[in-house]
């Protein structure tokens, strides 16, 4: 093997890079320095290879097309793992390999698998650098467009060199595209080594390791040990005329529009209010308990992995404002004159282009069975700078993150739950977030409208065992003096013909504005057996007009049907046998008795 010269003091470091050198056989090992020049040279190369396609740069300056396998084109969650010495730790919502076995057989399918390729040392931190929010990972990869997103995504380059000299801790991300071998495909993870393998994959959800995969996985792991926060949460600002801002973090379930709130722009009937909204962050929340007893925020992104179909000027113009510059699309159709389209976007349907398969499409096509073919795909995506976004926040990079007054936990629920309604407590809280639970969509895989639980929206990301993840939220309850409000929302409702009851978007901050006036006692509510809901009058419907009664039946309570969804409830939680926490068992019962008495 070669002896190459490496740009760290860092011993650790040193030696894991031969280490993981020598298993996977690269020709050659480049360091990325984050540096401008240096990826104008990485772009030219992955445009020569094919990786990469260069889009029309009077109209979309400094964006290129990328198309991922067929096979590889979303997030593989059965072929991710969490690899604890204990089974039990990683709980019954997990799939669990050992890790001497995961290692064992990882091993076998890295060894050789970057034969003829360059290894590329990705050194990032997740957060501003020497924050005593953040944390470093590195990332060694065999694959350009893995360095570009994370170049984006992430704060790359000698900064975090320098600081990994400091302190000597950091994620050990190996990732290869190898043969893009579903068969042989695993992502996973070692939380109590700090380690990630993905190994056959080039989907942005299972190779970009800053993401889901140190973020969520690892980093709650972390959390829990280190007493903090991580979570599938957008961070969101709402600044008053006087210059006050206050911040919420909420977590949403897939196909709940998380990213679409994060970044919403105010309705024309609030205008005269003068409301400005702050973007932090529209995925991932790293919180924790500071001085003062209140809980304070960062988002260690740098950008957004957004899906592309259906985001258009009506229900996100901040993001399309966002991509329109240095934005990577994956899976999207390419128009004739080089720029992009997918479904739902803006304006007419091109009457030709080359679809995300790289195949020549035309509206109205139809595949062997008779069904629509798209000309992107159904999770075609987008990676960009969050700074390119126009509500971008001023406090990104703030190390001391900022504080979060109320935390959302919503669903898509067509029936049962109000449009909004507030926690008695904190307790009260963690069992609503613990009971957070979607009805899918045709866009998802399973039963349309059937009931997916998905606690806190990390069913798919918790890194070990979510019992233990629910009694880690009771503990920091008790950590924090002024503990943010915790409220549920519900976007979806619908009436008897299944049409929304609620517009939805921009007119969201509606009922934010009421969450925050809870928040500062300003308006009272209407305590239910479920928690406090609006008074009607005290969510201002200035200039927005809605059908007789609306309101009353967005904030309706089925009893029966909630009595129905505590089986639900109750089943969910039996999976966890002795670990779940009594306190949630607690809520159950009390539950319970409020609607039978009632």
Not at 524 to 544: F, V
Request: glycine residues 8%; aromatic residues 10%.
């Amino acid at each position: 093997m070669k002896v190459y010269k490496f740009p760290t003091r860092n011993k650790k470091l040193r030696e894991w890079v031969i280490k993981m050198a020598r298993l996977c056989s690269p020709d050659d090992i480049v360091w990325i320095d984050g540096t401008e020049e240096q990826k104008k040279i990485l772009q030219q190369e992955a445009f020569e290879t094919g990786e990469l396609t260069l889009l029309n740069q009077e109209k979309l300056p400094g964006c290129v097309l990328h198309r991922t396998a067929v096979n590889d084109v979303a997030r593989t969650e059965h072929l991710t793992f969490i690899c604890t010495r204990e089974k039990h730790d990683a709980g019954p919502t997990n799939n669990w390999m050992s890790p001497q076995a995961a290692y064992k057989k990882a091993k076998a399918v890295f060894k050789g698998s970057m034969k003829g390729r360059t290894m590329f040392v990705i050194p990032f931190s997740m957060g501003p650098v020497g924050s005593p929010f953040s944390k470093i990972g590195v990332e060694l990869t065999d694959s350009r467009y893995v360095v570009l997103n994370m170049l984006i995504m992430t704060r790359v380059g000698e900064a975090v060199l320098r600081q990994l000299e400091q302190e000597d801790n950091f994620t050990k991300c190996l990732h290869s595209k190898a043969e893009l071998d579903i068969n042989k495909r695993m992502i996973l993870h070692f939380p109590e080594d700090n380690t990630i393998w993905s190994v056959n994959s080039g989907y942005g959800g299972n190779v970009l390791l800053g993401k889901k995969c140190l973020s969520l996985r690892i980093a709650s792991f972390l959390a829990r040990r280190e007493h903090w926060f991580a979570e599938h949460m957008l961070i969101m600002g709402i600044e008053e005329p006087n210059g006050h801002i206050e911040y919420i973090a909420a977590a949403f379930p897939s196909a709940c529009g998380k990213t679409n709130l994060a970044m919403l722009v105010p309705p024309k009937g609030l205008a005269k209010k003068g409301y400005r909204i702050w973007t932090v962050g529209d995925d991932i929340a790293w919180m924790r308990v500071d001085s003062d007893g209140k809980l304070w925020a960062i988002n260690p992104e740098t950008g957004f992995f957004g899906v592309a179909p259906k985001t258009n000027m009506q229900t996100n113009p901040n993001m399309m404002a966002t991509i329109k510059k240095d934005t990577i699309f994956t899976n999207v159709l390419l128009k004739p004159d080089y720029t992009v389209w997918w479904e739902g976007a803006d304006g007419e349907v091109p009457p030709s282009g080359i679809d995300w398969q790289g195949r020549p499409w035309k509206p109205g096509m139809v595949d062997s069975e008779g069904k629509p073919v798209n000309g992107a795909h159904p999770n075609s995506r987008f990676t960009t700078p969050i700074t390119n976004c126009p509500s971008a926040s001023f406090r990104l990079d703030q190390p001391h993150g900022v504080p979060i007054s109320a935390i959302i936990f919503g669903g898509r629920r067509q029936h049962l739950a109000p449009l909004v309604y507030e926690s008695f407590n904190w307790q009260h809280g963690v069992f609503l977030g613990a009971t957070m639970a979607s009805e899918l969509t045709a866009a998802q895989v399973g039963q349309v409208g059937k009931v997916r639980r998905d606690p806190m929206a990390m069913i798919p990301f918790c890194g070990y065992n979510m019992a233990y993840y629910f009694k880690h939220w009771l503990e920091m309850g008790k950590r924090m003096s002024k503990a943010p409000r915790v409220f549920c929302a519900n976007w979806f409702r619908t009436d008897e013909k299944g049409n929304f009851l609620w517009p939805g978007f921009g007119e969201n901050l509606r009922v934010l504005e009421w969450i925050l006036d809870r928040c500062n006692n300003k308006v009272g509510a209407n305590k239910t057996d479920i928690g406090y809901i609006p008074y009607p009058t005290d969510i201002d419907m200035t200039g927005l007009e809605l059908s007789e009664n609306s309101l009353g039946k967005l904030l309706y309570i089925d009893k029966k049907a909630w009595l129905e969804e505590l089986k639900g409830v109750k089943a969910f939680f039996k999976q966890f046998k002795k670990d779940l926490p009594q306190e949630l068992w607690q809520e159950c019962e009390e539950l319970e008795k409020r609607l039978k008495k009632g």
